[in-house]
């Protein structure tokens, strides 16, 4: 069963502004993880939260977890025209770390 | 990092005919899935190909329908059988890094089409 829901299921903005998008789960985790999903191909895995981490960083992102809320954010500052795509939250509990795939969010960025 | 390589790309199929995947990794790896994305859905996880073992499939999804091989620990093969229309889907091989943090690698996918 799906754990993770991302929202909003579409977003789309000015290459330069920056893009928010966010996921909520059901039950606790043990990761939580971003993925990026360009036009039907592959997945390229983004950036991985521990449960007992809050915030994480990499180059023009920027992840927060809230797990008293069950949530998480994904933050792409400056966004460019490359960045349209499709984004995944994944996350994994108890004692399997398999990922399990919320629905996505689909980002254009204009140029 | 893992590089991964899946055959065919696409395919469009008949109904009631199979299709064999491959997936190759330029690395050995101790984990391998195999995924489903239907059209403008989510992944979902068909089954963990084990090397040397029966793969372990997931609620939903029987070895007679997708029969998986590994028979070492850079190569495996799913097979969609007896397809129909409703296979339609991107079917994603992936594999998780040694020691294993959580995330996975994947493969580009391969697009079926079933007519």
């Known amino acids: 069963s799906q754990q993770g829901e991302e929202d909003p299921q579409a977003l789309s903005i000015q290459e330069g502004e920056n893009a928010t998008m966010n996921c909520s789960y059901k039950?606790?985790?043990?990761?939580l993880q971003w993925y990026r999903q360009n036009s039907g191909r592959g997945l390229v895995h983004l950036i991985l939260?521990?449960?007992?981490?809050r915030e994480k960083h990499s180059g023009r992102l920027r992840v927060t977890l809230d797990t008293s809320k069950k949530s998480s954010s994904l933050l792409i500052t400056a966004s460019r025209a490359a960045d349209t795509a499709s984004y995944f939250c994944?996350?994994?509990?108890?004692?399997?770390?398999?990922?399990?795939f919320g629905r996505g969010t689909s980002l254009i960025v204009h140029p | 990092s893992a590089v991964i390589s899946q055959k065919p790309s696409r395919d469009i199929c008949q109904r009631g005919t199979s299709l064999t995947i491959q997936c190759q990794v330029d690395?050995?790896?101790?984990?391998m899935f195999w995924y489903r994305q239907q059209p403008g859905q989510s992944l979902t996880l068909i089954a963990t190909?084990?090397?040397?073992?029966?793969?372990?499939?997931e609620s939903g999804f029987v070895i007679d329908k997708f029969p998986i091989s590994r028979p070492n620990l850079t190569f495996s093969t799913l097979t969609v059988s007896n397809m129909s229309p409703e296979d339609s889907s991107i079917y994603l091989c992936?594999?998780?890094?040694?020691?294993?943090?959580?995330?996975?690698?994947f493969g580009e996918g391969s697009r079926l089409t079933v007519l």
């Open positions: 992936s594999v998780a890094s040694a020691p294993w943090a959580g995330e996975l690698f």
């Open positions: 039950t606790s985790i043990n990761n």
């Open positions: 939260i521990r449960s007992n981490e």
């Open positions: 994944a996350t994994d509990a108890g004692g399997s770390y398999i990922p399990t």
């Open positions: 690395s050995q790896v101790t984990m």
């Open positions: 190909a084990n090397q040397g073992s029966e793969a372990t499939y």
